[in-house]
Structures are given as C-alpha cells and as structure tokens.
C-alpha cells in the first residue's frame, strides 16, 4: 500500500503513530462500509470511527473519498491478485488441473480473510457509473484471465469439459465470496465460523469438490485420483 505524504494543514497524525498500520485500519474499515453502503452511502466518519482514528487523519492520508475509495480497491484486488500468484508459483504450468484446485482453495482463503469482496462489487455494481468501471477494468477483468488460464489449459489437454468459462468464473467466484460476506445467513445455515480454519478448509474441499464434478472428464477423473 502505498503511504501519503500529509499535505500542510491537514491535521497531523499522533505521535509514535504507525503510519502504514494506521492505513491499514483506515482501508479495512473503508472497505467494510463500502461493501455495506456503497460510494454514495458510505460515510467517512464512520470510517473513522470504526478503524479507531481522529476523522481528520483521513484526510491526511487520503485526498478525498474517491482516493480512499481506489486505495481500498487496489488494497482488495491487490491483496486477491497476490494470493493466486502465490498459489500459482507452488505447482507446474504443466499441471493446470492441481492450479485450478489451488486457486479455488487460495479465494476461499482470502474471502475469509477479507470478506469484503462480493459486497465491495455488489455495491459497485448498484452505485454504476465510473467506480464500478474503474474496479471491472483495473482488477476484475485482469483478475478474471488470470483465474481462467489454468482451466482453458486443462480443457486444451482434455482433463475438463469445454464450457463457458466466463460461466465458470461467476459461479467459482460467487461460490467462494459469497458465504464470507453474509455472516448472518452463514451462521443460520451452516454454523460456520470464518476464523475457524479448519471450517474454511472443509469449505474450500466442498466447493472443489462439487465444481469438479461437474466439469472433469474422464481422464481428468483418472488424473484427479492421482493428486
């Protein structure tokens, strides 16, 4: 994340103040009351108050809403975009079935982790106009390619059926996001707890599980067992 030099007359931070965990706090509170309220909705002053910060220090840090609102964007995406390049990196190109497994692990792991993702879209999605644009063009559709490559390659040597991958994308993405962002309903239906990691992992094995059953081929079958 980038830090923000302070502008002369903004009002300073406090002293032996951590700048960057200070961001940190701002981001994540931001990223929570947009996904709930959307741009127009959200309201620096709650930011302020949940990250546990003079309302003042947003302004030091950030320029305006809208700059608060592209820094949370980049933080979320950024954060997402490292995780399966992480996951990515610990397998072969050679073995794309083994990468789409882990990929699908890596955003459930990161929708419990941040679960701001499909509300933070949601609202974006509702809001329109140029935030919605900004966070598809800079990060959903570069993410969006990113997350497929491994199943066009698995569909090229014949391990996965051939069906519509931008299809594919919304339900795994849907799949693992959604649970995380509705705490309530998670609760109520499955008594799931998003910082129990053993839960998330059973989750993650489920998700993979039922989307692969409907998408492996015979050989990707035989080769599944063998993972």
Known sequence: MTNVVSRKGRVGRPVNANPQQQQERIILAALAEFSQRGFVGASLRTIAQQAGVAHGLIRHYFQSKEDLFRSSADYLFGEMAKTLSQSAETVSSGNPLQQLVLQIRAYVQMSA?????????????????EHFDYVIKKYVKPLQELSLLP?????????LRDMNPDFIFLIATHAATAPFANVALRQALADADASNEAQVAEYADTLISVLLSGVLTEKGRAERETM
């Open 113 to 129: 982790r941040l679960p701001h993702m499909a509300g933070f879209l949601m609202q974006a999605g509702l809001d329109g106009g």
């Open 151 to 159: 199943y066009r390659r698995a569909v090229a040597d014949g391990l």
